[in-house]
């Protein structure tokens, strides 16, 4: 059995042949797909999406950082709303994204130590975003640090020292098809991590596992994350299934 961690397939990208897209993850094992939200706009197809096969996917609300507009604070209103009217497994996806635009740095912190106060109150795992941000991520984790806080850093990047330093707050690291890329360094580092710190996404559609790489990701190619990670840590995948599922189980309460 296969856990994505991390998926978007109640996208527009799927809205053609989202049906064949399920089936194909299905038949790859995949057993259980959570859904990080994006703002206010994609909470209704992220919930219509989950309506349709109960026990299958597992939504989380959130404002993505890129989404941290001069209007914030009514998007926050809204998906908090949201949060009070429907089961959520998490928070997400929140954080700070420091590539695109600088501008809003300010508006990204104040959303995203609102929204782990939320995930404090419900004890509820957060799903965070972290691009060219990380030491400003550490910092807003480590100013509202309590023992109930957990979650996973999402598409991990870094090195094996942020990786620790991860570990060490109790999150988990996720891991997608970039550790499949020919330049990426990540294989050395996740060669080192113990298997109980990791969980597999796709973050479908974006980051297509080679040798899938510049085409739609789907939930399925769940599997060519698996394989890499097994052949690193020279075990079967089948053990690389059966822990990543354990460990997204535990932290996301399924």
Excluded at 45 to 62: E, S
């Amino acid at each position: 059995m296969f856990v994505d961690s991390h998926s978007h397939i109640y996208s527009a990208d799927f809205s053609l042949d989202r049906d064949e897209v399920i089936t194909r993850a299905l038949e790859a094992g995949v057993e259980r797909i959570v859904l990080p939200n994006i703002d206010s706009s994609s909470i209704k197809p992220l919930m219509d999406l989950t309506d349709t096969i109960p026990g299958l996917f597992f939504p989380l609300v959130g404002l993505h950082p890129t989404s941290v507009k001069e209007d914030f604070r009514k998007e926050l209103q809204i998906l908090e709303y949201w949060l009070g009217k429907r089961r959520f497994y998490g928070i997400g996806e929140i954080g700070i994204d420091l590539f695109w635009d600088k501008s809003f740095l300010e508006e990204q912190v104040e959303a995203f130590t609102t929204q782990i106060g939320w995930a404090k109150e419900r004890n509820f795992p957060i799903v965070i975003h972290v691009r060219d941000s990380f030491t400003e991520v550490m910092e807003q984790l480590r100013k509202v640090y309590s023992p109930n806080l957990h979650g996973v850093f999402h598409s991990f990047t870094g090195s094996f020292e942020q990786a620790e330093q991860i570990i060490e707050l109790g999150f988990k690291i996720g891991i997608n098809g970039i550790i499949t890329f020919k330049n990426s360094e990540l294989g050395e580092t996740i060669r080192k991590i113990d298997l109980s710190h990791l969980l597999i996404e796709t973050d479908s559609p974006w980051l297509a596992p080679v040798p899938h790489r510049g085409k739609r990701n789907e939930c399925s190619y769940i599997v060519t994350v698996a394989e890499k990670i097994a052949q690193l840590h020279e075990t079967s995948v089948d053990k690389i299934a059966d822990i990543t599922s354990r460990n997204a189980q535990e932290l996301f309460g399924f």
